[in-house]
């Protein structure tokens, strides 16, 4: 089954902890993105990335780092988490190019609270 | 950065009523992708329906169906013969192909379909 998975599903930690949110996708997509959704904000992209070792910033970086060394992976890390990153968190991919290449298809989603 | 505006936080629709939910957007491109991505309460993100700028004809899907007004800069969503099932989130989002793989959401549209 085609599909973008997502791992923890919750995740509740404290202020500092380093912690990694995991994405894998199993369609050879090239094109990753991580966003955050807050309540009357709606969501907004955290990085992207195009293949393998390319990223780039997208509008909230802050706090954030990924790293694309597989084109199926694309983790999330948090090095310092503080209290302002508690959010809904989505992993989504894409394949590169016209058509149907431009639709993303997004993971389950992940919780996150930080302390 | 690119935005997308929607300006009704909250709708609601009889069973079986037409609704209209409306997002606009700022843009300076000509080429770009809009969507319209649905999000029961389940958080899961999915594709309700796509359309393309350079194409003059309004996407749908079944029961969906946008009105697309490139001068305007506008994007709404007609969903017909609603159903309680539509209840859920509704975003708007654009993204342009040229400016890599960024993606630019709406702060969303909360839909109650009321039996």
């Known amino acids: 089954e085609a599909q973008v998975t997502q791992n923890p599903r919750y995740l509740i930690t404290v202020t500092g902890k380093k912690l990694t949110v995991t994405c894998s996708q199993n369609?050879?997509?090239?094109?990753m993105s991580w966003y955050r959704q807050d309540p009357g904000l709606g969501l907004r992209q955290i990085y992207y990335?195009?293949?393998?070792?390319?990223?780039d910033k997208g509008d909230v970086p802050e706090g954030y780092k990924v790293s694309r060394k597989e084109k199926r992976n694309f983790p999330l890390i948090l090095e310092s988490p503080s209290p302002n990153q508690t959010s809904l968190y989505f992993c989504?991919?894409?394949?590169?190019?016209?058509?149907?290449?431009?639709?993303?298809?997004f993971g389950p989603g992940t919780r996150l609270t930080v302390l | 950065a690119q935005t997308v505006t929607q300006s009704q936080p909250e709708m609601s629709v009889q069973e079986a009523e037409t609704v209209t939910l409306s997002c606009t957007y700022d843009?300076?491109?000509?080429?770009?992708?809009l969507f319209w991505y649905k999000q029961p309460p389940s958080r899961q993100m999915i594709l309700v329906i796509r359309?393309?700028?350079?194409?003059?004809q309004n996407a749908t899907e079944n029961r969906f169906s946008v009105n697309f007004q490139k001068a305007a800069k506008s994007f709404s969503l007609k969903i017909s013969d609603s159903q309680l099932g539509d209840a859920a989130m509704y975003f708007c989002?654009?993204?342009?192909?040229?400016?890599?793989?960024?993606?630019?959401f709406g702060t969303g549209t909360s839909l109650t379909v009321i039996p």
């Open positions: 989504a991919s894409s394949f590169h190019g016209r058509g149907l290449g431009d639709t993303q298809y």
């Open positions: 369609m050879n997509h090239e094109y």
């Open positions: 990335s195009m293949n393998v070792e390319v990223t």
């Open positions: 843009t300076s491109e000509s080429d770009y992708y």
């Open positions: 359309q393309e700028a350079y194409k003059q």
């Open positions: 989002a654009y993204r342009a192909p040229n400016t890599g793989n960024q993606f630019y």
